[in-house]
């Protein structure tokens, strides 16, 4: 979708056209789902995007700025919102025997080797360089789009990217040596 799709379909979900609303949630419906899974893992994903939607439809008349920022800073809020409150709450989850013993059946492969040692290594990095990881390599994001996000200037975005980068590298090569 080009930048004056987009603008038409917000226009039109501005004025409450259910058209203008299901072109923006088809949009970016995957993306959202996709930086959550990243942010809060696949277990609550869905459930904090469709959250995301209905934020997003409830202000969508306030929104100002880079609709695309704005729906990224949602999702944002969401993902912390769901941490603080996971902090009062109890929550069972697996641990990685179980789960393990729960999909016996299945050969893993070397592409989920892979892709468990990338989700490791990205868990192990701060909240914000992992969010910053999503947003930039995942998500596809500029510099100025995450600064706007982060609120952070874009040089501090840099910054971080080049730490991120610089920890999740040594988190590969601990994997790898494991």
């Known amino acids: 979708m080009d930048i004056q799709e987009l603008d038409i379909a917000l226009k039109k979900a501005r004025k409450g056209d259910r058209d203008g609303l299901a072109i923006l949630y088809e949009h970016f419906y995957p993306k959202i789902l996709k930086y959550l899974h990243y942010r809060v893992g696949a277990h609550v994903a869905e459930d904090l995007t469709a959250d995301v939607f209905l934020r997003m439809l409830n202000a969508i008349n306030s929104q100002k700025g880079s609709f695309t920022a704005w729906l990224y800073t ?38 989920d080797d892979a892709h468990h040692d990338i989700e490791m290594a990205i868990g192990k990095l701060t909240d914000d360089q992992r969010e910053l990881i999503t947003l930039k390599f995942i998500q596809g994001l500029s510099n100025a789009e995450i600064g706007e996000i982060m609120d952070r200037k874009q040089e501090a975005v840099r910054g971080l990217q080049f730490r991120a980068l610089s920890a999740l590298r040594s988190n590969l090569m601990e994997t790898a040596e494991v």
Do not use: C, G, Q, W
């Open 74 to 111: 949602i999702a944002r809020n969401v993902a912390t919102d769901h941490f603080r409150s996971a902090k009062t709450r109890r929550e069972t989850r697996l641990n990685d025997d179980t789960a393990s013993n729960l999909a016996a059946e299945e050969e893993p492969t070397d592409l």
